[in-house]
């Protein structure tokens, strides 16, 4: 038998019950489906969150004030109000580990911003220029201020993207306007370039300023809340950390590292937990989506049973006219193969279009990776082979003269 | 050439062994139209399974060409079903909503014949088993119990096979229908040279064959030349639908004469 004739034999058999082919194949469609679309949703938020923490900076160590925790509690943790963090460590830190490409430090507080006619409440950071460099923040339009207006307590400010559209009209050139924050003027100097995010976690709505004046027009103290520090390479990263963490312990002399009065924690840190956290999701949503898969398995080799049960009679005739076992049994393997084959490549079809509807109405994310599709068409034409081979084999081992006697 | 040498087939279920033929000789020559007769019950079906090489016997030999096949193995037999032996079965057991052409080519489908040497095959079958050609492209499911009678005869021809094994094959069919398929084994018989067992329990159809077997219970009775031959004298164009005798179809006895 040629490829041809088998295809055609069995292409027969499947449409000859044109409504039973079609619900079992429904069945792997289905888990086929689920299995992509949950890939999909899973790989699509893991990227996002990467791509978040990514955004935030590259080989960044971060300094926080306040006893250390453990990494997984740390990410989301405010910005520690803790006071034992000065611009001395900063200055330390900077002259005294070379390893470190940039050192920026920043206080935040909130505050009610007002504009002529418009306001908001939004995250008011009060930073150096390095901060630029270290939080890879650029400057869309107008200036950053300079460590000089650091120095002489300039009330600039810098605008995100997102507090410029809340507190200036779209025809309004928002550079040279004054604004007040917390009731104090300031000139709005620059717009940073917009880095996406979702709302409510997002660095396009924010406004920087110089963090002298922030310490103290807002915070009220010399502390700072946060030093972020670039090493040079992704090498170097846990050696900053290492040896940031000895430098501000001899400088506050504290000898137990596990009393220290600051926490570390380094970007590769946030990312392997994050990483683990949307892997299990991942793993989990393609569990539920295998167990679909499994169970339309099961409803191929239940059709299969039926149809050679049904077939008894043809089995016979088959067997009468010449053919062989082997004839018989790859006959009904190919016809279950068929099922699984064409329901999978559906499957596939109608997981892409769920993916690319959940990610264009900005429901989910959902990112279809070629290795999820390629996994998917396999493991359905598998599991044709493997719910198949058991009804095949049955066809196959029918006595000829049973067989033409069945009614 | 067909040769049994003291075949006996015993079934045994549990405990019990049911000795279904008790010992059976006898020798067919290419050519011979025989009919192999007897009630039910009587192991003509047993028989029957065995010289169409369904079934091995118990013990015995069955030279089929010259060839023991009472000791092949099911692929080994399937191979031989393939090649020399054609079936026409009571109940016809063609490929449902399959079309006609496509039953015929079944069999070459096994023998892995090249696809257009197929179909003319087919062809020349089903002229020989005398079906109208409008026919060869319906369904199987369109045609009355004679066509597809025809259909399965051509089915059985195709492979060109040295014997022709028809079990009861009138069983599902009106006389009348009856006596077009008997005469077309008769003409497949005598003009085309084919060997034809006929597997009946009723006499007047035994009686289109040469030769009539009676056998009863397991054992032969009586093998000997038909002395009074039925010829059906029904012609071949003059089946069930008779308003459809049409040129073409008097076209096909001229090519078959």
Redesign the interface.
């Known amino acids: 038998m040629t490829i041809r004739d088998l295809l055609d034999q069995t292409s027969t058999g499947l449409l000859s019950n044109k409504v039973r082919t079609g619900l079992t194949m429904l069945g792997i469609v289905i888990g086929v489906a689920s299995v992509i679309a949950m890939l999909a949703i899973g790989n699509g938020s893991s990227n996002t969150i990467q791509a978040k923490i990514e955004s935030i900076g590259s080989n960044l160590v971060e300094v926080t004030p306040g006893a250390p925790r453990s990494v997984g509690t740390q990410v989301r943790a405010s910005s520690g109000s803790a006071k034992t963090l000065t611009m001395d460590d900063v200055t330390a830190i900077s002259s005294q580990i070379p390893d470190a490409e940039a050192v920026a430090a920043s206080v935040t507080s909130r505050e009610q911003v007002v504009a002529p006619g418009m306001n908001t409440n939004t995250s008011v950071i009060g930073v150096t220029p390095a901060y630029l460099t270290v939080r890879d923040v650029s400057v869309d339009t107008g200036t950053f201020f300079t460590d000089d207006q650091v120095t002489s307590l300039a009330k600039v400010a810098v605008l995100g993207p997102t507090t410029e559209a809340d507190l200036f009209a779209a025809d309004v050139d928002p550079i040279g306007q004054t604004i007040r924050i917390n009731g104090n003027v300031f000139t709005v100097i620059g717009i940073t370039t917009s880095k996406g995010g979702s709302a409510g976690n997002t660095t396009d709505d924010e406004i920087y300023i110089p963090l002298t004046v922030a310490q103290q027009y807002f915070i009220g103290n010399q502390y700072v809340s946060n030093i972020s520090i670039e090493a040079k390479t992704s090498e170097l990263v846990t050696n900053v950390q290492n040896e940031v963490t000895a430098l501000l312990l001899q400088r506050h002399n504290i000898s137990d590292p596990t009393k220290a009065d600051f926490s570390t924690l380094n970007q590769s840190d946030i990312l392997s937990t994050a990483s683990s956290i949307t892997g299990t999701m991942t793993a989990l949503l393609a569990a539920i989506a295998g167990i679909s898969l499994l169970v339309g398995g099961i409803g191929i080799m239940n059709m299969m049973l039926t149809t050679v049960t049904e077939r008894t009679r043809e089995i016979g005739l088959r067997k009468a006219i010449g053919a062989k076992k082997g004839d018989i049994r790859l006959q009904f393997l190919i016809e279950s193969m068929m099922l699984t084959i064409i329901g999978g490549i559906i499957g596939i079809i109608l997981g892409m279009t769920i993916s690319w509807v959940l990610t264009i109405t900005g429901m989910e994310t959902a990112d279809v990776s070629l290795v999820s599709v390629i996994l998917a068409f396999g493991v359905s034409a598998i599991i044709g082979i493997v719910f198949g081979y058991y009804p095949a084999a049955r066809a196959s081992n029918l006595n000829p003269i049973e067989a033409l006697r069945y009614e | 050439m067909i040769e049994c040498k003291d075949i006996k087939k015993d079934y045994i279920n549990g405990d019990e062994v049911t000795k279904a033929v008790k010992g059976v000789s006898f020798t067919i020559q290419d050519g011979e139209f025989v009919a192999i007769m007897g009630p039910s019950g009587s192991g003509k079906s047993t028989l029957m399974?065995i010289l169409?090489a369904?079934?091995t016997p118990t013990s015995g030999q069955y030279f089929l060409d010259g060839k023991d096949v009472s000791k092949l193995t099911?692929?080994q037999l399937?191979?031989i079903?393939?090649?020399q032996i054609?079936?026409v079965?009571q109940?016809f057991?063609l490929?449902?909503?399959?079309e006609v052409i496509k039953n015929v080519i079944?069999?070459l489908?096994?023998?892995?014949v090249d696809?257009v040497e197929r179909i003319k095959r087919a062809e020349q079958a089903l002229l020989s088993a005398g079906l109208e050609q409008t026919r060869w492209h319906h369904l199987s499911n369109q045609l009355s119990g004679g066509q597809i009678q025809r259909v399965a005869i051509a089915?059985a021809l195709v492979?060109d096979p040295s014997l022709i094994m028809a079990d009861e094959p009138t069983g599902n069919l009106d006389t009348r229908t009856g006596e077009i398929v008997l005469k077309t084994f008769q003409d497949l018989n005598k003009k085309e040279g084919h060997t034809i067992i006929l597997i009946t329990h009723e006499l007047d159809i035994a009686e289109h064959a040469d030769r009539i077997i009676h056998i009863r219970d397991g054992v032969i009775v009586s093998d000997e030349k038909n002395k009074n031959k039925r010829i059906s004298n029904i012609s071949l164009c003059e089946n069930e639908n008779e308003e459809k005798i049409t040129a073409e179809c008097s076209e096909i006895v001229k090519q078959k004469n």
């Open positions: 399974h169409g369904l079934d099911d692929d399937s191979d079903r393939a090649n054609g079936f079965f109940s057991n490929l449902p909503r399959t079944l069999p489908i096994y023998l892995k696809p089915r492979n």
